[in-house]
Protein backbone atom coordinates (compact mmCIF):
# COMPACT_ATOMS: atom_id res chain seq x y z
CA UNK A 1 0.00 0.00 0.00
CA UNK A 2 2.35 2.29 0.95
CA UNK A 3 4.29 2.09 -2.32
CA UNK A 4 1.46 2.07 -4.18
CA UNK A 5 0.30 5.27 -2.70
CA UNK A 6 3.71 7.05 -3.41
CA UNK A 7 3.65 5.65 -7.05
CA UNK A 8 -0.02 6.62 -7.35
CA UNK A 9 1.33 10.44 -6.49
CA UNK A 10 3.96 10.23 -9.24
CA UNK A 11 1.61 8.80 -12.12
CA UNK A 12 -0.65 11.52 -11.72
CA UNK A 13 2.08 13.91 -11.68
CA UNK A 14 2.14 14.46 -7.77
CA UNK A 15 5.95 14.44 -7.87
CA UNK A 16 6.36 16.25 -4.48
CA UNK A 17 4.03 13.37 -2.47
CA UNK A 18 5.73 10.14 -4.67
CA UNK A 19 8.87 8.89 -5.03
CA UNK A 20 11.04 11.96 -3.55
CA UNK A 21 9.69 11.24 0.03
CA UNK A 22 10.58 8.14 0.11
CA UNK A 23 13.76 8.78 1.56
CA UNK A 24 12.32 11.08 4.35
CA UNK A 25 10.32 8.06 5.47
CA UNK A 26 12.66 5.47 5.44
CA UNK A 27 14.88 7.58 7.56
CA UNK A 28 11.58 8.37 9.98
CA UNK A 29 11.75 4.39 9.99
CA UNK A 30 15.32 3.49 10.93
CA UNK A 31 15.14 6.35 13.36
CA UNK A 32 12.09 4.58 15.22
CA UNK A 33 9.54 7.69 14.75
CA UNK A 34 7.82 5.97 12.31
CA UNK A 35 6.01 2.22 13.00
CA UNK A 36 5.79 0.73 9.58
CA UNK A 37 4.25 -2.26 11.17
CA UNK A 38 1.49 -0.57 13.76
CA UNK A 39 -1.78 -1.55 14.12
CA UNK A 40 -4.85 0.62 13.22
CA UNK A 41 -7.10 0.71 16.27
CA UNK A 42 -10.59 1.48 16.47
CA UNK A 43 -11.01 3.79 19.69
CA UNK A 44 -15.13 4.06 18.87
CA UNK A 45 -17.66 2.81 16.67
CA UNK A 46 -20.39 4.38 16.44
CA UNK A 47 -23.10 3.58 13.50
CA UNK A 48 -21.25 5.16 10.16
CA UNK A 49 -18.31 6.51 12.59
CA UNK A 50 -15.04 5.54 13.38
CA UNK A 51 -12.51 7.15 15.73
CA UNK A 52 -9.28 5.97 14.98
CA UNK A 53 -5.75 5.42 16.36
CA UNK A 54 -2.50 4.17 13.42
CA UNK A 55 -0.35 3.54 16.19
CA UNK A 56 2.30 6.33 14.81
CA UNK A 57 2.09 4.21 11.40
CA UNK A 58 2.84 5.21 7.97
CA UNK A 59 0.43 7.69 7.07
CA UNK A 60 0.19 6.34 3.96
CA UNK A 61 -1.05 2.64 5.01
CA UNK A 62 -2.95 3.31 7.75
CA UNK A 63 -5.21 6.12 5.96
CA UNK A 64 -5.64 3.60 3.39
CA UNK A 65 -6.65 0.84 5.55
CA UNK A 66 -9.26 3.17 7.48
CA UNK A 67 -10.79 4.39 3.88
CA UNK A 68 -11.22 0.27 3.30
CA UNK A 69 -12.93 0.25 6.59
CA UNK A 70 -15.51 3.06 5.87
CA UNK A 71 -16.67 1.49 2.63
CA UNK A 72 -18.81 -0.79 4.04
CA UNK A 73 -20.24 0.82 6.65
CA UNK A 74 -21.13 3.90 4.09
CA UNK A 75 -22.97 0.96 2.08
CA UNK A 76 -25.16 0.53 4.93
CA UNK A 77 -25.71 3.91 6.66
CA UNK A 78 -25.44 6.02 3.54
CA UNK A 79 -23.00 7.86 4.85
CA UNK A 80 -19.63 7.16 7.27
CA UNK A 81 -16.65 9.32 8.99
CA UNK A 82 -13.52 8.47 9.78
CA UNK A 83 -10.92 9.99 12.10
CA UNK A 84 -7.25 8.97 12.36
CA UNK A 85 -4.88 10.06 14.99
CA UNK A 86 -1.23 9.63 15.47
CA UNK A 87 -0.90 9.12 12.20
CA UNK A 88 2.08 10.82 9.53
CA UNK A 89 2.03 12.65 6.71
CA UNK A 90 -0.35 10.66 4.45
CA UNK A 91 1.04 11.70 0.78
CA UNK A 92 -1.01 13.01 -1.81
CA UNK A 93 -5.20 13.49 -0.73
CA UNK A 94 -5.30 12.83 -4.94
CA UNK A 95 -4.78 8.80 -3.85
CA UNK A 96 -7.68 7.94 -1.43
CA UNK A 97 -9.84 10.85 -3.84
CA UNK A 98 -9.39 8.11 -7.23
CA UNK A 99 -9.73 4.94 -4.41
CA UNK A 100 -12.82 6.29 -3.88
CA UNK A 101 -14.25 7.16 -6.78
CA UNK A 102 -12.90 3.89 -8.30
CA UNK A 103 -15.43 2.02 -6.05
CA UNK A 104 -18.45 4.52 -6.98
CA UNK A 105 -18.22 6.44 -3.78
CA UNK A 106 -18.15 10.51 -3.23
CA UNK A 107 -14.97 11.36 -0.53
CA UNK A 108 -14.53 14.30 1.14
CA UNK A 109 -10.74 14.26 2.67
CA UNK A 110 -9.00 16.49 4.84
CA UNK A 111 -5.56 16.42 7.00
CA UNK A 112 -3.43 18.32 9.53
CA UNK A 113 0.05 19.10 8.43
CA UNK A 114 3.33 20.57 10.24
CA UNK A 115 2.87 24.38 10.79
CA UNK A 116 3.48 26.52 7.69
CA UNK A 117 0.80 29.51 7.80
CA UNK A 118 -0.43 31.86 10.45
CA UNK A 119 -4.41 33.20 11.62
CA UNK A 120 -4.79 36.03 9.25
CA UNK A 121 -3.62 38.75 10.68
CA UNK A 122 -1.01 36.64 12.16
CA UNK A 123 2.73 35.61 11.42
CA UNK A 124 3.96 32.59 13.47
CA UNK A 125 3.07 29.52 12.30
CA UNK A 126 0.35 27.43 13.32
CA UNK A 127 -1.82 25.63 10.81
CA UNK A 128 -0.55 23.54 8.24
CA UNK A 129 -1.13 23.61 4.73
CA UNK A 130 -4.04 21.77 5.53
CA UNK A 131 -5.91 20.73 2.14
CA UNK A 132 -9.41 19.80 1.40
CA UNK A 133 -10.58 17.15 -1.04
CA UNK A 134 -13.51 15.82 -2.26
CA UNK A 135 -14.11 13.16 -5.23
CA UNK A 136 -16.75 12.19 -7.41
CA UNK A 137 -17.39 8.85 -9.78
CA UNK A 138 -18.71 10.39 -13.68
CA UNK A 139 -18.96 8.47 -16.66
CA UNK A 140 -16.19 10.42 -17.98
CA UNK A 141 -13.31 8.11 -17.37
CA UNK A 142 -12.17 9.88 -14.88
CA UNK A 143 -13.41 11.28 -11.28
CA UNK A 144 -13.80 15.08 -10.63
CA UNK A 145 -11.43 15.34 -7.82
CA UNK A 146 -11.02 18.74 -5.84
CA UNK A 147 -7.56 18.76 -4.49
CA UNK A 148 -6.30 22.21 -3.12
CA UNK A 149 -4.58 23.54 -0.25
CA UNK A 150 -5.50 26.23 1.68
CA UNK A 151 -2.04 28.02 1.39
CA UNK A 152 -1.99 31.21 -1.33
CA UNK A 153 0.95 28.52 -3.11
CA UNK A 154 1.65 25.26 -2.20
CA UNK A 155 5.60 25.33 -0.74
CA UNK A 156 6.88 23.75 -3.43
CA UNK A 157 6.99 26.77 -5.82
CA UNK A 158 9.10 28.67 -3.14
CA UNK A 159 11.48 25.69 -2.74
CA UNK A 160 11.52 25.87 -6.85
CA UNK A 161 12.17 29.64 -6.67
CA UNK A 162 15.05 29.45 -3.97
CA UNK A 163 16.52 26.63 -6.28
CA UNK A 164 16.40 28.91 -9.43
CA UNK A 165 17.29 31.78 -7.53
CA UNK A 166 14.17 33.53 -8.81
CA UNK A 167 11.82 36.24 -6.63
CA UNK A 168 8.70 35.28 -4.75
CA UNK A 169 5.64 37.42 -5.90
CA UNK A 170 4.32 40.04 -2.83
CA UNK A 171 1.70 37.96 -1.42
CA UNK A 172 2.62 34.53 -1.69
CA UNK A 173 4.60 34.71 2.42
CA UNK A 174 5.88 36.78 5.00
CA UNK A 175 9.45 36.77 6.76
CA UNK A 176 10.12 35.54 10.03
CA UNK A 177 9.27 39.22 11.11
CA UNK A 178 6.06 39.00 9.66
CA UNK A 179 6.85 41.60 6.47
CA UNK A 180 5.67 40.78 3.07
CA UNK A 181 9.05 39.22 1.49
CA UNK A 182 9.61 38.46 -2.12
CA UNK A 183 12.57 36.45 -0.99
CA UNK A 184 11.60 32.98 -1.17
CA UNK A 185 14.70 32.51 1.66
CA UNK A 186 13.52 34.04 3.92
CA UNK A 187 9.72 33.45 3.25
CA UNK A 188 10.73 29.40 3.88
CA UNK A 189 11.90 30.70 7.43
CA UNK A 190 8.41 32.79 7.51
CA UNK A 191 5.29 31.93 6.87
CA UNK A 192 3.07 31.11 3.86
CA UNK A 193 0.16 33.39 3.45
CA UNK A 194 -3.52 31.81 3.50
CA UNK A 195 -5.36 31.59 0.04
CA UNK A 196 -7.72 34.97 0.27
CA UNK A 197 -6.84 36.25 3.01
CA UNK A 198 -9.11 35.80 5.60
CA UNK A 199 -11.19 33.31 4.13
CA UNK A 200 -8.19 30.72 3.89
CA UNK A 201 -7.70 30.66 7.48
CA UNK A 202 -11.49 29.78 7.73
CA UNK A 203 -11.29 26.90 5.67
CA UNK A 204 -7.72 26.12 7.61
CA UNK A 205 -9.14 25.78 10.43
CA UNK A 206 -12.12 23.90 9.54
CA UNK A 207 -9.60 21.45 8.50
CA UNK A 208 -7.61 21.87 11.74
CA UNK A 209 -10.78 21.33 13.26
CA UNK A 210 -12.00 17.90 11.71
CA UNK A 211 -8.41 16.23 11.05
CA UNK A 212 -6.72 17.30 14.55
CA UNK A 213 -8.75 18.41 16.98
CA UNK A 214 -11.99 16.08 16.47
CA UNK A 215 -9.79 13.23 15.71
CA UNK A 216 -7.30 13.62 19.12
CA UNK A 217 -4.19 14.32 16.79
CA UNK A 218 -1.54 16.75 17.91
CA UNK A 219 -3.07 20.82 16.93
CA UNK A 220 -1.18 23.56 14.88
CA UNK A 221 2.13 24.04 16.34
CA UNK A 222 2.16 20.51 18.16
CA UNK A 223 2.30 18.31 15.04
CA UNK A 224 6.13 17.43 14.11
CA UNK A 225 7.73 18.62 11.30
CA UNK A 226 8.60 15.69 8.91
CA UNK A 227 12.25 16.90 7.57
CA UNK A 228 12.96 19.15 11.05
CA UNK A 229 12.23 16.95 13.97
CA UNK A 230 13.76 13.65 13.41
CA UNK A 231 13.55 12.78 17.01
CA UNK A 232 9.49 12.91 17.31
CA UNK A 233 6.35 11.67 16.10
CA UNK A 234 4.55 13.79 13.98
CA UNK A 235 1.07 13.09 15.62
CA UNK A 236 -0.55 13.94 12.45
CA UNK A 237 -5.02 13.62 12.16
CA UNK A 238 -7.08 12.74 8.92
CA UNK A 239 -10.48 13.05 8.85
CA UNK A 240 -12.72 11.54 5.83
CA UNK A 241 -16.12 11.37 4.91
CA UNK A 242 -17.69 8.99 2.45
CA UNK A 243 -21.05 9.02 0.69
CA UNK A 244 -22.70 6.12 -1.01
CA UNK A 245 -24.54 8.18 -3.98
CA UNK A 246 -27.65 5.16 -4.26
CA UNK A 247 -28.49 6.56 -0.46
CA UNK A 248 -29.22 10.34 -2.12
CA UNK A 249 -29.90 9.56 -6.28
CA UNK A 250 -29.74 6.80 -8.75
CA UNK A 251 -26.12 6.29 -9.53
CA UNK A 252 -26.90 6.38 -13.23
CA UNK A 253 -28.52 9.64 -12.63
CA UNK A 254 -25.78 10.88 -11.14
CA UNK A 255 -23.38 9.96 -13.37
CA UNK A 256 -26.00 11.55 -15.97
CA UNK A 257 -26.19 14.51 -14.15
CA UNK A 258 -22.70 15.11 -13.21
CA UNK A 259 -21.49 14.42 -17.06
CA UNK A 260 -24.03 17.10 -18.31
CA UNK A 261 -22.58 19.71 -16.09
CA UNK A 262 -19.19 18.29 -17.11
CA UNK A 263 -19.97 19.28 -20.93
CA UNK A 264 -21.87 22.57 -19.64
CA UNK A 265 -18.81 23.50 -18.02
CA UNK A 266 -15.84 22.32 -20.75
CA UNK A 267 -18.20 24.06 -23.18
CA UNK A 268 -18.47 27.34 -21.78
CA UNK A 269 -17.49 30.65 -23.34
CA UNK A 270 -13.29 30.91 -22.85
CA UNK A 271 -11.75 34.02 -22.08
CA UNK A 272 -8.91 35.74 -24.15
CA UNK A 273 -6.32 33.26 -24.26
CA UNK A 274 -7.66 30.32 -22.80
CA UNK A 275 -7.44 27.72 -25.21
CA UNK A 276 -9.77 24.75 -23.00
CA UNK A 277 -11.91 25.01 -19.70
CA UNK A 278 -10.53 22.53 -17.59
CA UNK A 279 -12.39 20.60 -14.57
CA UNK A 280 -10.76 19.64 -11.34
CA UNK A 281 -9.38 16.26 -11.87
CA UNK A 282 -8.63 15.67 -15.65
CA UNK A 283 -4.75 16.91 -15.65
CA UNK A 284 -4.14 14.41 -12.92
CA UNK A 285 -6.02 12.00 -15.04
CA UNK A 286 -3.97 12.84 -18.26
CA UNK A 287 -0.91 12.75 -16.47
CA UNK A 288 -1.60 9.40 -15.39
CA UNK A 289 -2.66 8.35 -19.03
CA UNK A 290 0.65 9.96 -20.32
CA UNK A 291 2.78 7.96 -17.51
CA UNK A 292 1.07 4.56 -17.66
CA UNK A 293 2.04 4.34 -21.09
CA UNK A 294 5.49 6.26 -21.70
CA UNK A 295 6.92 5.84 -17.84
CA UNK A 296 6.96 8.03 -14.56
CA UNK A 297 9.84 10.65 -14.82
CA UNK A 298 12.10 9.74 -11.37
CA UNK A 299 14.87 12.49 -11.13
CA UNK A 300 18.23 11.64 -10.88
CA UNK A 301 18.55 12.61 -7.21
CA UNK A 302 15.25 10.28 -6.06
CA UNK A 303 17.11 7.71 -8.01
CA UNK A 304 20.06 7.85 -6.75
CA UNK A 305 18.36 8.03 -2.64
CA UNK A 306 17.09 4.98 -3.58
CA UNK A 307 20.76 3.04 -4.48
CA UNK A 308 22.11 4.98 -1.42
CA UNK A 309 19.17 3.39 0.49
CA UNK A 310 19.31 -0.44 -1.72
CA UNK A 311 22.76 -0.60 -0.59
CA UNK A 312 21.93 1.06 3.30
CA UNK A 313 19.59 -1.41 3.46
CA UNK A 314 21.20 -4.69 1.42
CA UNK A 315 18.22 -5.26 -0.82
CA UNK A 316 19.04 -5.61 -4.32
CA UNK A 317 18.20 -2.56 -6.68
CA UNK A 318 16.80 -3.84 -9.55
CA UNK A 319 14.43 -1.79 -11.69
CA UNK A 320 13.48 -2.49 -15.68
CA UNK A 321 12.72 -0.11 -18.18
CA UNK A 322 14.58 2.93 -16.55
CA UNK A 323 14.71 5.49 -19.13
CA UNK A 324 17.06 8.53 -19.58
CA UNK B 1 -38.89 29.72 11.25
CA UNK B 2 -38.93 31.94 8.40
CA UNK B 3 -39.00 35.13 10.28
CA UNK B 4 -36.93 33.56 13.10
CA UNK B 5 -34.32 33.35 10.26
CA UNK B 6 -34.38 36.82 8.55
CA UNK B 7 -33.86 38.13 12.09
CA UNK B 8 -31.37 36.00 13.30
CA UNK B 9 -29.47 36.68 10.08
CA UNK B 10 -29.56 40.84 11.18
CA UNK B 11 -29.18 40.18 14.92
CA UNK B 12 -25.73 38.43 13.22
CA UNK B 13 -24.69 41.22 11.29
CA UNK B 14 -25.17 39.41 8.02
CA UNK B 15 -28.34 42.72 7.40
CA UNK B 16 -27.58 41.27 3.71
CA UNK B 17 -29.77 38.32 4.27
CA UNK B 18 -32.01 39.81 6.67
CA UNK B 19 -35.52 41.60 6.79
CA UNK B 20 -33.62 43.59 3.98
CA UNK B 21 -35.16 40.25 1.65
CA UNK B 22 -38.51 39.78 3.09
CA UNK B 23 -39.98 42.13 0.37
CA UNK B 24 -38.81 39.70 -2.42
CA UNK B 25 -39.83 36.53 -0.82
CA UNK B 26 -43.25 37.79 -0.11
CA UNK B 27 -43.48 39.17 -3.66
CA UNK B 28 -42.39 35.72 -4.84
CA UNK B 29 -45.16 33.79 -2.72
CA UNK B 30 -47.33 36.37 -4.01
CA UNK B 31 -46.75 35.56 -7.88
CA UNK B 32 -46.94 31.94 -6.87
CA UNK B 33 -43.35 30.75 -7.41
CA UNK B 34 -42.71 29.99 -3.69
CA UNK B 35 -45.47 28.16 -1.85
CA UNK B 36 -44.98 28.99 1.94
CA UNK B 37 -46.99 25.66 2.89
CA UNK B 38 -45.24 23.46 1.13
CA UNK B 39 -44.12 19.82 2.79
CA UNK B 40 -40.86 18.09 3.70
CA UNK B 41 -41.16 14.74 1.34
CA UNK B 42 -38.67 12.45 2.05
CA UNK B 43 -37.59 10.95 -1.09
CA UNK B 44 -34.88 8.19 0.19
CA UNK B 45 -33.92 7.62 3.40
CA UNK B 46 -31.11 5.29 4.19
CA UNK B 47 -29.24 4.78 7.02
CA UNK B 48 -27.95 8.10 7.94
CA UNK B 49 -29.06 9.35 5.15
CA UNK B 50 -32.02 11.75 3.85
CA UNK B 51 -33.15 12.47 0.35
CA UNK B 52 -35.44 15.05 0.33
CA UNK B 53 -38.13 17.24 -2.02
CA UNK B 54 -38.91 20.99 -0.69
CA UNK B 55 -41.95 21.45 -2.79
CA UNK B 56 -40.69 24.68 -3.78
CA UNK B 57 -41.33 26.04 -0.11
CA UNK B 58 -39.27 28.91 1.57
CA UNK B 59 -35.47 27.86 1.52
CA UNK B 60 -35.46 28.75 5.48
CA UNK B 61 -38.36 26.76 6.52
CA UNK B 62 -37.65 23.29 4.70
CA UNK B 63 -33.80 23.58 5.44
CA UNK B 64 -34.65 24.33 9.37
CA UNK B 65 -37.22 21.07 8.83
CA UNK B 66 -34.35 19.14 7.36
CA UNK B 67 -31.96 19.78 9.90
CA UNK B 68 -34.60 19.02 12.57
CA UNK B 69 -34.55 15.49 10.74
CA UNK B 70 -31.13 15.27 11.09
CA UNK B 71 -30.26 15.50 14.59
CA UNK B 72 -31.90 12.11 15.89
CA UNK B 73 -30.21 10.69 12.94
CA UNK B 74 -26.78 11.75 14.01
CA UNK B 75 -27.63 11.14 17.14
CA UNK B 76 -28.03 7.36 16.35
CA UNK B 77 -25.29 7.19 13.84
CA UNK B 78 -23.07 9.54 14.89
CA UNK B 79 -22.79 11.05 11.31
CA UNK B 80 -25.66 11.69 9.10
CA UNK B 81 -26.17 13.97 5.97
CA UNK B 82 -28.96 15.27 4.08
CA UNK B 83 -29.62 16.62 0.22
CA UNK B 84 -32.99 18.77 -0.23
CA UNK B 85 -34.31 19.88 -4.02
CA UNK B 86 -36.53 21.92 -5.29
CA UNK B 87 -35.66 24.92 -2.73
CA UNK B 88 -35.15 28.36 -2.69
CA UNK B 89 -32.51 31.21 -1.52
CA UNK B 90 -32.55 30.13 2.41
CA UNK B 91 -30.94 32.94 3.87
CA UNK B 92 -27.83 33.21 5.84
CA UNK B 93 -25.71 29.69 6.06
CA UNK B 94 -25.13 31.06 9.67
CA UNK B 95 -28.73 30.37 11.13
CA UNK B 96 -28.03 26.32 10.49
CA UNK B 97 -24.56 26.95 11.89
CA UNK B 98 -26.02 28.25 14.94
CA UNK B 99 -28.40 25.94 15.57
CA UNK B 100 -26.52 22.95 15.17
CA UNK B 101 -23.63 24.25 17.85
CA UNK B 102 -26.83 25.20 20.22
CA UNK B 103 -27.55 21.43 20.31
CA UNK B 104 -23.75 20.11 20.30
CA UNK B 105 -23.27 18.95 17.08
CA UNK B 106 -20.56 20.14 14.13
CA UNK B 107 -22.28 21.01 11.28
CA UNK B 108 -21.13 21.43 7.54
CA UNK B 109 -23.32 23.09 5.25
CA UNK B 110 -23.69 24.27 1.27
CA UNK B 111 -26.18 25.28 -1.14
CA UNK B 112 -26.37 26.57 -4.34
CA UNK B 113 -27.17 29.77 -5.77
CA UNK B 114 -27.98 31.88 -8.85
CA UNK B 115 -25.17 31.52 -11.29
CA UNK B 116 -22.99 34.56 -10.40
CA UNK B 117 -19.33 33.08 -11.28
CA UNK B 118 -17.89 31.47 -14.45
CA UNK B 119 -15.22 28.16 -14.10
CA UNK B 120 -11.67 29.80 -14.14
CA UNK B 121 -10.67 30.31 -18.06
CA UNK B 122 -14.53 31.09 -18.62
CA UNK B 123 -16.59 34.01 -18.46
CA UNK B 124 -20.15 33.22 -18.10
CA UNK B 125 -22.01 32.86 -15.01
CA UNK B 126 -22.22 28.90 -14.23
CA UNK B 127 -21.77 28.52 -10.39
CA UNK B 128 -23.67 30.71 -8.12
CA UNK B 129 -21.67 32.17 -5.44
CA UNK B 130 -21.59 28.93 -3.49
CA UNK B 131 -21.12 28.78 0.14
CA UNK B 132 -19.47 26.65 2.54
CA UNK B 133 -20.05 27.18 6.07
CA UNK B 134 -19.18 24.71 9.33
CA UNK B 135 -19.92 25.60 12.72
CA UNK B 136 -18.49 23.94 16.26
CA UNK B 137 -19.36 24.22 19.31
CA UNK B 138 -16.51 25.33 22.18
CA UNK B 139 -17.13 26.66 25.89
CA UNK B 140 -16.05 30.11 24.53
CA UNK B 141 -19.59 31.66 24.35
CA UNK B 142 -19.91 31.11 20.81
CA UNK B 143 -19.26 28.56 18.08
CA UNK B 144 -16.58 28.78 15.68
CA UNK B 145 -18.47 29.10 12.41
CA UNK B 146 -16.89 28.76 9.52
CA UNK B 147 -18.92 30.64 6.63
CA UNK B 148 -17.97 31.90 2.69
CA UNK B 149 -19.19 31.97 -0.75
CA UNK B 150 -16.11 30.96 -2.67
CA UNK B 151 -16.18 34.05 -4.78
CA UNK B 152 -13.55 36.59 -4.63
CA UNK B 153 -15.90 38.69 -2.77
CA UNK B 154 -19.80 39.29 -2.01
CA UNK B 155 -22.18 40.52 -5.19
CA UNK B 156 -23.23 42.63 -2.06
CA UNK B 157 -19.71 44.68 -2.17
CA UNK B 158 -19.75 45.20 -6.09
CA UNK B 159 -23.70 46.65 -5.42
CA UNK B 160 -22.45 49.17 -2.79
CA UNK B 161 -19.84 50.66 -4.93
CA UNK B 162 -22.20 51.07 -7.53
CA UNK B 163 -24.35 53.41 -5.56
CA UNK B 164 -21.32 55.06 -3.63
CA UNK B 165 -20.35 55.41 -7.52
CA UNK B 166 -17.13 54.35 -6.30
CA UNK B 167 -14.86 52.08 -8.98
CA UNK B 168 -13.95 47.87 -7.55
CA UNK B 169 -10.61 46.67 -7.39
CA UNK B 170 -9.31 44.54 -10.30
CA UNK B 171 -9.96 40.92 -9.87
CA UNK B 172 -13.05 41.37 -8.33
CA UNK B 173 -14.72 40.65 -11.38
CA UNK B 174 -15.05 40.46 -15.60
CA UNK B 175 -17.49 42.60 -17.62
CA UNK B 176 -19.84 40.57 -20.29
CA UNK B 177 -17.14 40.55 -22.47
CA UNK B 178 -14.85 38.41 -20.24
CA UNK B 179 -12.64 41.70 -19.68
CA UNK B 180 -11.20 42.65 -16.29
CA UNK B 181 -13.51 45.49 -15.02
CA UNK B 182 -13.26 48.39 -12.33
CA UNK B 183 -16.51 49.04 -13.33
CA UNK B 184 -19.19 48.01 -10.76
CA UNK B 185 -22.13 48.20 -13.77
CA UNK B 186 -20.07 46.43 -15.73
CA UNK B 187 -19.16 43.62 -12.93
CA UNK B 188 -22.55 42.74 -12.44
CA UNK B 189 -23.46 42.55 -16.12
CA UNK B 190 -20.54 40.03 -16.31
CA UNK B 191 -19.23 37.84 -13.87
CA UNK B 192 -17.83 37.70 -10.19
CA UNK B 193 -14.41 35.62 -9.76
CA UNK B 194 -13.67 32.75 -8.01
CA UNK B 195 -11.68 33.31 -5.07
CA UNK B 196 -8.18 32.20 -5.65
CA UNK B 197 -8.75 31.60 -9.14
CA UNK B 198 -8.71 27.78 -9.63
CA UNK B 199 -9.16 27.03 -6.04
CA UNK B 200 -12.18 28.91 -6.00
CA UNK B 201 -13.52 27.57 -8.85
CA UNK B 202 -12.56 23.82 -7.65
CA UNK B 203 -14.90 24.30 -4.87
CA UNK B 204 -17.39 26.13 -6.62
CA UNK B 205 -17.93 22.99 -8.28
CA UNK B 206 -17.69 20.67 -4.60
CA UNK B 207 -20.08 22.94 -3.61
CA UNK B 208 -22.38 22.61 -7.00
CA UNK B 209 -21.76 18.82 -6.92
CA UNK B 210 -23.40 18.37 -3.60
CA UNK B 211 -25.87 20.99 -3.34
CA UNK B 212 -27.38 20.84 -7.09
CA UNK B 213 -26.12 17.40 -8.91
CA UNK B 214 -26.92 14.50 -5.93
CA UNK B 215 -29.39 16.56 -4.45
CA UNK B 216 -31.41 16.22 -7.93
CA UNK B 217 -32.15 20.04 -8.21
CA UNK B 218 -31.10 22.55 -11.22
CA UNK B 219 -27.78 22.80 -11.82
CA UNK B 220 -25.43 25.97 -12.50
CA UNK B 221 -27.13 28.44 -14.85
CA UNK B 222 -30.96 26.50 -14.74
CA UNK B 223 -31.02 28.04 -11.39
CA UNK B 224 -33.35 30.19 -11.01
CA UNK B 225 -32.70 33.96 -9.83
CA UNK B 226 -34.88 35.41 -7.26
CA UNK B 227 -35.02 38.97 -8.17
CA UNK B 228 -34.45 38.57 -12.51
CA UNK B 229 -36.93 35.56 -12.47
CA UNK B 230 -40.07 36.56 -11.27
CA UNK B 231 -41.84 33.47 -13.15
CA UNK B 232 -40.11 30.66 -12.01
CA UNK B 233 -39.22 28.67 -9.02
CA UNK B 234 -35.36 28.37 -8.15
CA UNK B 235 -35.22 25.24 -7.58
CA UNK B 236 -32.11 25.41 -5.17
CA UNK B 237 -29.98 22.32 -3.55
CA UNK B 238 -28.76 22.28 -0.24
CA UNK B 239 -26.61 19.71 1.83
CA UNK B 240 -26.09 18.92 4.94
CA UNK B 241 -23.33 16.78 6.70
CA UNK B 242 -23.94 16.55 10.76
CA UNK B 243 -21.51 15.07 12.90
CA UNK B 244 -22.25 14.17 16.73
CA UNK B 245 -18.80 14.85 18.45
CA UNK B 246 -19.41 12.58 20.93
CA UNK B 247 -18.83 9.40 18.72
CA UNK B 248 -15.21 10.37 17.93
CA UNK B 249 -14.30 12.11 20.80
CA UNK B 250 -15.65 12.70 24.48
CA UNK B 251 -17.35 15.99 23.65
CA UNK B 252 -16.06 17.75 27.12
CA UNK B 253 -12.15 16.41 25.95
CA UNK B 254 -13.84 17.81 22.43
CA UNK B 255 -14.44 21.31 23.88
CA UNK B 256 -11.07 22.02 26.20
CA UNK B 257 -9.32 20.78 22.97
CA UNK B 258 -10.91 23.37 20.74
CA UNK B 259 -10.49 26.24 23.56
CA UNK B 260 -6.87 25.44 23.69
CA UNK B 261 -6.68 25.94 19.87
CA UNK B 262 -8.71 29.30 20.25
CA UNK B 263 -6.76 30.73 23.00
CA UNK B 264 -3.57 29.67 21.15
CA UNK B 265 -4.63 31.41 17.83
CA UNK B 266 -5.80 34.59 19.70
CA UNK B 267 -2.31 35.00 21.69
CA UNK B 268 -0.14 34.41 18.29
CA UNK B 269 1.97 37.10 17.51
CA UNK B 270 -0.15 39.82 15.28
CA UNK B 271 1.34 41.49 12.17
CA UNK B 272 2.09 45.21 12.05
CA UNK B 273 -1.30 47.15 12.59
CA UNK B 274 -3.33 44.51 13.73
CA UNK B 275 -5.17 44.88 17.47
CA UNK B 276 -6.33 41.55 17.85
CA UNK B 277 -7.00 38.17 15.69
CA UNK B 278 -10.04 36.62 15.71
CA UNK B 279 -11.83 33.36 14.83
CA UNK B 280 -14.16 32.49 12.33
CA UNK B 281 -17.56 33.54 14.29
CA UNK B 282 -16.89 35.84 16.89
CA UNK B 283 -17.71 38.70 15.01
CA UNK B 284 -20.81 37.34 14.53
CA UNK B 285 -21.17 36.29 18.07
CA UNK B 286 -19.95 39.65 18.78
CA UNK B 287 -22.51 41.08 16.78
CA UNK B 288 -25.35 38.77 18.11
CA UNK B 289 -24.85 40.33 21.79
CA UNK B 290 -25.03 43.95 20.88
CA UNK B 291 -28.15 43.71 18.53
CA UNK B 292 -29.53 41.79 21.35
CA UNK B 293 -28.96 44.72 23.83
CA UNK B 294 -29.80 47.52 22.08
CA UNK B 295 -31.80 46.63 19.08
CA UNK B 296 -31.17 45.20 15.47
CA UNK B 297 -30.99 48.26 12.80
CA UNK B 298 -33.33 48.42 9.95
CA UNK B 299 -32.60 50.49 7.51
CA UNK B 300 -35.07 53.28 6.49
CA UNK B 301 -36.17 51.53 3.00
CA UNK B 302 -36.37 47.92 4.51
CA UNK B 303 -39.28 49.59 7.16
CA UNK B 304 -41.21 51.32 4.55
CA UNK B 305 -41.03 47.83 2.59
CA UNK B 306 -42.81 46.62 5.44
CA UNK B 307 -45.28 49.03 5.60
CA UNK B 308 -46.03 48.78 2.41
CA UNK B 309 -46.49 45.23 2.21
CA UNK B 310 -48.84 45.52 5.53
CA UNK B 311 -50.95 47.47 3.99
CA UNK B 312 -51.29 45.15 0.67
CA UNK B 313 -51.82 42.06 2.85
CA UNK B 314 -54.07 44.14 5.68
CA UNK B 315 -52.22 43.24 8.20
CA UNK B 316 -51.40 45.81 11.17
CA UNK B 317 -48.13 47.20 11.21
CA UNK B 318 -46.83 47.06 14.75
CA UNK B 319 -43.61 46.97 15.93
CA UNK B 320 -42.22 48.16 19.22
CA UNK B 321 -39.44 49.81 20.26
CA UNK B 322 -37.94 51.38 16.85
CA UNK B 323 -35.39 53.57 16.87
CA UNK B 324 -33.77 56.12 14.68
Known sequence: MFAEALVDADVHG??????TRLSIYLERIQRGVIVPDAALTVLRKTGGVLALDAGNGLGQVQARRALDMLIPLARENGVAAATVRNSQHFGAVSYYCNLAAQQGFILMAMTGCEPAMAPEGGYEPFFGTNPIAASFPTGKGYPVKVDLSTSM????????????????????????????????????????????????????????????????AAVGPAIGSMYKNL????????????????????????ETRADAMIDAIKGSRKREGVEEILVPGERSARNAAKNEAVGVPVSAETLSEMKQWCARLHVPFALSGIGA
Chains 1, 2 share one sequence.
Not at 14 to 19: E, R, W
Not at 198 to 213: N, P, Q, R, T
Open 153 to 216: VARGNIIAAQKKKALIPLGWALDPAGQPTTDPSQALLGTVLTMAGHKGYALALMVEMFSSVLSG
Open 14 to 19: TATHGL
Open 231 to 254: DRKQDVGHFFCLFDIAAFLDPAEF
